[in-house]
Structure formats: C-alpha cells, structure tokens
C-alpha cells in the first residue's frame, strides 16, 4: 500500500509526512508513505493527501503549476475513487473558488466558496483563528471514529469554506459562527485544522483516513 502526500510548494510537508508514517505504524499497516510532486507518483497511490498553508490563490497556482498534476489528480480521485485527504488549505481546494484576495477558482470538488471569517458577532475574537478549538461532530463518517464533541484540533486560519450542501460538513467548530472544520463526500475528505498539529485527534483521524474504504 502507497500513501503520497502531495508537494506543491506549500503545506507542513515532513509533519504531514512524519504523523502519517505514525498513524499507519499504530494501525497496524505495512504501508510506504513518501512526499511527491509527481503525478505518475499520485496515479501509482492508493491514498494521496493534500497539504496546504498560505493563501488559497497561491496554494491552487502551486498545485496547477505541476505539469499534468490535476489531470492525475482527477482521474485518481475522481474516476478512480482513491481516498483523498486535503489539510487546511489543501482542504479549501476542493471548492469551488476562494475570495482571498479576489476570486480565484479552485478544483470544485465540493460545492462552496471559500470566504473570510466573520467575527463581527463577537468582536472581541481575532482573525486568524489560531489555536485550540473543540469540534462539533455531525456525522458517524469514518474517518471520525473515536473522535467526539467536544475533542480538540488545532487551526490556524483567516478564511473558511462555506459548503453549498451542509450534508458535506462532517464537523465545525465554534467561533462567533459556524466555521468548517471537516467536509467530505463520497471518497473525498477534507480538514480545516492541521492533523499532524491536533496530538491525538489528528492521529485518530490519520489513522482513520488510512483504513478507510469508502
């Protein structure tokens, strides 16, 4: 079994890769887990992962600048239904377009946009939302296996994405809204907060991801 973890010039790439190497030696796994940014690397996995950190415009240039890198992407994930973990930004990706900085499009995997977070309820909060925050689950989705209300995950992040169908969003935290923590549909899964930052939630979920048959 081949786990990549997708490098496009942005993400927490040897945390990624290091907390995946963990989650699948404590699930038992005989499993190669490399960083790439080859796409004949991405059509060979079983599982890819998607990293991202900094603007979404930047992060989805990145990725595009890959030659051949979204085609691979799309037939490995899309035609051929290999499980797909995008990480903060990485996760952002999978919508439709994000605003940050104008309007940018992104791979619109899942339906929404991904926009600033409004604080203005509760003024007293700060953006970037950064730090620990408890989790919201609504959903028995897999990859949430020992994860519950009220777990904490660690974000760090000025933009959100909003989803068109709210049955794409498997948990969401609390600050002075509704703000998307996980979404995921058919064998896509996406997280707001970094896992290899989030102790044992984000082993728990790494763990998840990587038995995961969807």
């Not at 490098?7 to 887990?33: C, F, H, I, P, Q």
């Not at 290999?82 to 309007?103: N, S, T, W, Y």
């Not at 897999?142 to 777990?151: E, M, S």
């Not at 995950?153 to 959100?160: I, P």
Request: glycine share 8%; net charge negative.
């Amino acid at each position: 079994m081949k786990t990549v973890i997708i490098d496009s010039g942005s993400g927490n790439l040897r945390s990624a890769e290091k907390s995946t190497v963990r989650a699948a030696s404590e699930a038992g796994l005989n499993m190669d887990v490399s960083v790439t940014s080859s796409p004949d690397d991405v059509l060979k996995a079983d599982r890819i992962i998607l990293p991202g950190v900094g603007a979404f415009a930047d992060c989805m240039t990145g990725l595009t600048s890959l030659s051949g890198m979204r085609e691979a992407l799309e037939e490995s994930v899309l035609k051929d239904a290999k499980p797909f973990l995008g990480i903060c930004v990485g996760m952002q990706l999978l919508a439709d377009a994000g605003l940050e900085h104008g309007r940018k499009e992104g791979l619109g995997w899942i339906s929404g946009e991904v926009v600033e977070i409004d604080v203005s309820a509760e003024p007293q909060l700060k953006v970037p939302h950064m730090g620990w925050n408890d989790l919201i689950i609504n959903s028995n989705h897999p990859v949430l296996n020992d994860i519950n209300t009220g777990d904490h995950a660690y974000f760090v992040h000025s933009y959100h994405v909003n989803v068109s169908d709210t049955a794409n969003v498997l948990a969401h935290v609390d600050y002075a809204s509704k703000i998307t923590a996980i979404i995921g549909r058919d064998n896509i899964v996406g997280t707001q907060f970094h896992p290899e930052k989030s102790q044992a939630v984000g082993l728990n979920l790494l763990k998840n991801f990587l038995i995961w048959s969807p």
